[in-house]
């Protein structure tokens, strides 16, 4: 058990860096483009909602507010758009080795997950540069994302099997990762009155809302989140992980007859 | 725990799901929903398989196509799991089923090293131990640290064959992938697998090459339709398996066709003896010699051409054929015409009728120049034994 879960961390590292590696090869900004997309759409998103539509005005610096929902984001959406494809563009690879599969998927994850991190350490020197200084509660941010990414990796692991029978599922991934995106809070804060009521309750069933609201209590505000966040990220995480372990664990055998 | 390099199969049977109509989607399983019918059929690639290998065995497996043997390499690998039974592979295995096959054409060659050795299993230091080794062998040396898609293909698969035979395993899977690079590439490929025998690692080798199984082999697996057919030594298994695939043949009579593009051709032929009389007779130890005038309508001299003889039974079966590619004797190679004497020195195991047939060739370049199917009737004298035909040896002798 040990000796699996030690070759299956060798194998991620490997991958991870391999991944980083091919990324950034051959652009001339390189890794730099981790922090650059997240500028660039905040930049859009800070036009759109303080010039076009007003409802940013209110929040203390809106962009960097942007920012600290748009890098975890980014991190989500990057991690389940590659992980989806991750089985099937390796099929030969798949057929002609033994190795854990389920380390193609969690790669993916840990790749985007290093990017976080490198970005989020940029993002926090900005926000003390901006006068928004962290609160103790920055401490307990670490483990929130730890708890992000399980959840991240097991909705990855369900999603690279699904595409497997159902091509479907990357292209359904556009679609509903747009749509996923507006249901959260990435750009817009909930309890803040923003969103009425009714919808409110509902958005907090998502499995992102918690998640997000602690993102931006704890980098923007530097406050405790509430408890429903803390409820919420623990509960989606656990059951979405063990969820997607279950299912890959189960498919695996079939899926590899079936590439 | 069995010791290393055991591998066995304990009433092994493998399904796969056969789709008639692939195109898969979720608009027709939805629609499935409604209207029941089940396009998926049920496969059995492989219907209770037991065997057991000893640590060490070298073990061949052959039979027709979709008889089970690659499902069976995969199986060992690890790749697949058995629908039901038990497959066993104890240690480290290398499997030589499609090579180079995890490298990323960004990557310099060395970085793909370290990445495949930790598809193995392998961390970087035991990696950066085996590097000079696996450059050395591959001869790449120069090339390591230079993104692999500039590579050439032969290129590639030098390197990873390399690198799957160079992390010690216990279990060699080898599907028919000894094609690596040129002929003396191969040789060195060769010269490896047969290195593994004899030092405790159990080789398990598919191939649809008879020769290269009973050279290599100690025991030979024949499946068909997914069941073992006859497990045992090689000339045995061979011999049956050979002669029970081409008995479909054995009514009416063969055509002695020509066929080719015939840029490099066989201008003239003639069978005779070794003292220079025209035969179609020969006497044990009495070699075949062939004298080919050869021509060739390419501009400049055309080189790499494989000469290849072969005989066959009366009703078409072959019992032998080969070329000097494959018994490493030196090509041809002509300008615009070329005297070749071929000389086969045959040890006469059934006398008897048989037809003979040469093929000009280049396989390197995919190239069938020239084929002359069953063209001479040869009578073969001397008493009867159990093989037909056994080759000692065969020459090319070449004047311009």
């Not at chain 2, 961390?123 to 591959?138: K, N, V, Y």
């Not at chain 2, 590619?325 to 070329?338: G, H, I, T, W, Y």
Request: aromatic share 10%; glycine share 8%; charged share 20%.
């Amino acid at each position: 058990m040990l000796r699996r879960l030690s070759r299956l961390l060798l194998l991620m590292q490997s991958l991870v860096s391999k991944e980083l590696k091919v990324r950034y090869k051959r652009s001339v900004l390189g890794f730099f483009w981790f922090l650059l997309k997240p500028l660039f759409s905040m930049v859009v998103y800070t036009i759109v909602f303080t010039q076009i539509i007003r409802f940013g005005g209110e929040i203390r610096h809106f962009s960097l507010f942007l920012l600290t929902g748009l890098l975890p984001w980014n991190f989500f959406s990057g991690s389940l758009s590659a992980s989806t494809k991750s089985l099937l563009d390796n099929h030969r690879l798949i057929r002609s080795v033994y190795f854990p599969r389920v380390s193609l998927p969690m790669a993916n994850v840990a790749a985007n997950a290093v990017n976080l991190l490198l970005s989020l350490i940029v993002l926090e020197t900005a926000l003390i540069a901006f006068g928004h200084t962290p609160g103790f509660s920055l401490l307990v941010l670490p483990v929130a994302m730890l708890m992000f990414i399980l959840m991240t990796s097991g909705i990855c692991m369900m999603l690279s099997v699904w595409n497997i029978y159902y091509r479907d599922v990357s292209q359904l991934m556009d679609v509903l990762l747009l749509a996923w995106f507006y249901a959260s809070p990435v750009i817009y804060p909930l309890g803040r009155g923003i969103v009425p009521e009714g919808l409110e309750s509902v958005l907090r069933l998502n499995p992102l809302s918690g998640l997000m609201e602690i993102f931006h209590s704890i980098l923007h505000q530097g406050a405790w989140p509430e408890p429903w966040c803390w409820a919420s990220l623990i509960v989606w995480s656990v059951v979405l992980f063990f969820l997607g372990i279950a299912v890959f664990r189960r498919a695996e055998p079939a899926v590899v007859k079936e590439l | 725990m069995p010791a290393r390099g055991t591998v066995s199969f304990e009433g092994v049977s493998l399904d796969y799901r056969l789709y008639h109509d692939r195109t898969v989607s979720l608009m027709e399983t939805f629609l499935n929903l409604f209207n029941r019918r089940t396009r998926v059929e049920l496969f059995r690639a492989l219907d209770d398989v037991t065997f057991r290998v000893q640590p060490g065995q070298s073990v061949g497996i052959v039979g027709p196509n979709g008889a089970g043997k690659s499902t069976t390499l995969k199986l060992l690998a690890g790749i697949y799991r058995p629908t039901s039974g038990v497959v066993e592979s104890v240690g480290r295995k290398a499997s030589l089923l499609d090579l180079g096959v995890g490298f990323h054409p960004e990557l310099t060659g060395a970085e793909n090293v370290f990445l495949n050795g930790a598809l193995l299993g392998l961390d970087r230091q035991r990696m950066r131990e085996l590097l000079p080794s696996i450059a050395e062998f591959s001869e790449l040396e120069r090339f390591m640290d230079i993104p692999v898609k500039y590579f050439s293909s032969g290129m590639f698969m030098r390197l990873g064959f390399s690198l799957a035979t160079s992390v010690d395993p216990d279990v060699l899977l080898i599907d028919e992938v000894l094609a690596v690079g040129d002929a003396s590439f191969q040789q060195k490929c060769y010269d490896r697998i047969m290195g593994f025998q004899g030092t405790g690692r159990t080789i398990i080798f598919v191939s649809h090459d008879m020769e290269a199984v009973s050279r290599l082999c100690e025991r030979v697996i024949w499946l068909n339709d997914g069941r073992v057919v006859m497990d045992g030594g090689p000339d045995e298994v061979i011999g049956s398996y050979v002669s029970q695939t081409s008995r479909p043949a054995s009514t009416g009579t063969v055509d002695r066709s020509e066929w080719g593009t015939r840029e490099v051709r066989f201008e003239s032929v003639e069978v005779r003896n070794e003292s220079g009389v025209p035969s179609r007779r020969f006497r044990p130890g009495q070699p075949i010699v062939v004298d080919a005038d050869i021509v060739s309508s390419l501009r400049g001299t055309t080189d790499g051409i494989v000469f290849g003889f072969s005989l066959h039974r009366p009703d078409g079966q072959t019992v032998l054929g080969t070329n000097n590619l494959e018994l490493n004797r030196p090509l041809l190679k002509v300008d615009d015409r070329l005297k070749a004497t071929l000389s086969i020195d045959l040890q006469i195991a059934e006398p008897g009728e048989y037809l003979m047939g040469l093929a000009l060739t280049d396989p390197a370049r995919n190239r069938d120049y020239h084929w002359l199917d069953y063209r001479f009737r040869i009578t073969l004298l001397g008493e009867r034994k159990e093989r037909p035909v056994v080759l000692r040896q065969a020459k090319w002798e070449c004047r311009e």
